[in-house]
């Protein structure tokens, strides 16, 4: 049986474009762009150019905006520790949504350990922010807000201008997480009115270990990271120059090919969700409307979610539950009690994320496969034999 991948949320493939242009900085890269020797310079022009490929992509005021980082994850903890602890002076209290990642939700944990207060703001069943509960939680104390582009479990696309500008009508800065959206939707850091910004490189289609955080001019943050004076101080360390240049390939060629393939990849989408709605007591999660291009989530009473996945694998075809980063817990994913599941109905979900490799004649395939494992699992589950859900 021949592969066919839809769990690009856990993880990309690297587009073989990016792998012909970075590989060359794999095998000759000896450079370290701190050094001021020829070698170096060269290590150097190679990280700027990545610098100056992302800052396209979102539209930044400058390339000093991009910080490289090694991943997401330390990406949001620079912002979200970064600006708290830099800004411990005017206040201690901290706000992110209900659905953030957990690279978010866990940096505001440990500031929570520090004394500081964390609002967590609630998402309606479609797992949009509310707006107004988040108005009334922001006070002058509030020294970091963070609000996903879009989520990477339901893929709800949140209202990011209409955030920001609660966000800066009290005078406070506004942290983004767009690791799920960024490549996929438009990104505009200055129309969007985000102050911190934060990039994977795998999300682009880009080599795992780099990722990035925009910091808008004049934002001030404490480092994390101490040591060297790499990245304007903000991140020391010597940078991974074959994973950063190939992030900086990746966001150009997310760029020159969205529009197009956002078109194509929402039509597979919207086949593949018309189908898979059919079978029974099956149910989209999210926004119908405002969600990824390329994201397809649901949820089905009377079964197990990593039971689904296990059984998609047996025909070739890789699909995520909740979120990879915290299935191994088999907790019910707090994206999905958070829209208003109750655990065992947040137990039964699949999420599916058509990529570049994707066709629409694998669609058939892809909804026979749903649909015979599900109709599988029902008959052996003891769920659906209590009558549970
Ligand atoms: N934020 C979001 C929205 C994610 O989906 C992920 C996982 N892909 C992360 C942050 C963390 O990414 P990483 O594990 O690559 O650091």
Do not use: W
């Amino acid at each position: 049986m021949e592969r066919i991948y839809l769990d690009g949320v856990s993880s990309k493939p690297i587009d073989p474009r990016v792998l012909a242009f970075a590989k060359q900085f794999l095998e000759q890269g000896y450079g370290n762009p701190s050094s001021l020797h020829s070698v170096g310079l060269e290590a150097k022009r190679v990280l700027e150019n990545a610098r100056t490929k992302v800052t396209k992509l979102i539209n930044a005021e400058s390339d000093r905006t991009i910080i490289f980082t090694s991943c997401s994850t330390e990406a949001n903890n620079l912002a979200i520790k970064g600006t708290a602890l830099r800004n411990i002076g005017k206040g201690k209290e901290a706000v992110a949504s209900a659905i953030e990642h957990i690279s978010v939700l866990n940096p505001m944990k440990e500031l929570q350990k520090n004394g500081f207060s964390l609002r967590v703001i609630p998402v309606d069943s479609m797992g949009i922010v509310d707006c107004k509960k988040l108005d009334e939680a922001l006070t002058k104390q509030t020294t970091v807000t963070s609000i996903m582009y879009a989520n990477n479990e339901i893929g709800t696309i949140e209202p990011i201008r209409e955030i920001s500008a609660i966000v800066h009508d009290k005078g406070l800065y506004l942290h983004v997480d767009a690791t799920a959206a960024a490549g996929h939707i438009p990104i505009d850091v200055q129309a969007d009115g985000i102050d911190l910004l934060t990039l994977s490189s795998n999300d682009l289609y880009g080599p795992q270990g780099a990722g990035a955080l925009y910091v808008k001019p004049g934002i001030k943050l404490q480092p994390v990271l101490l040591g060297g004076g790499q990245e304007r101080g903000l991140r020391a360390g010597t940078e991974n120059i074959f994973a950063i240049a190939g992030m900086g390939e990746a966001a150009r060629i997310a760029k020159d090919e969205m529009a197009h393939e956002t078109e194509r990849l929402k039509e597979m989408r919207d086949k593949l969700i018309e189908e898979i709605l059919t079978i029974e007591e099956s149910y989209l999660t999210g926004h119908p409307t405002q969600r990824l291009p390329h994201h397809a989530s649901f949820r089905f009473n009377h079964i197990e979610g990593e039971s689904i996945l296990l059984n998609m694998d047996m025909y070739n075809m890789q699909v995520s539950t909740g979120s990879a980063c915290s299935s191994k817990t088999l907790e019910p994913s707090h994206v999905l009690l958070a829209i208003g599941l109750k655990h065992e109905e947040a137990h039964g979900s699949m999420v599916l994320t058509l990529g570049r490799s994707n066709k629409m004649e694998e669609i058939p395939t892809i909804v026979k496969a749903v649909k015979e494992t599900v109709e599988r699992l029902r008959r052996l589950s003891p769920l659906s034999q209590k009558g549970v859900i």
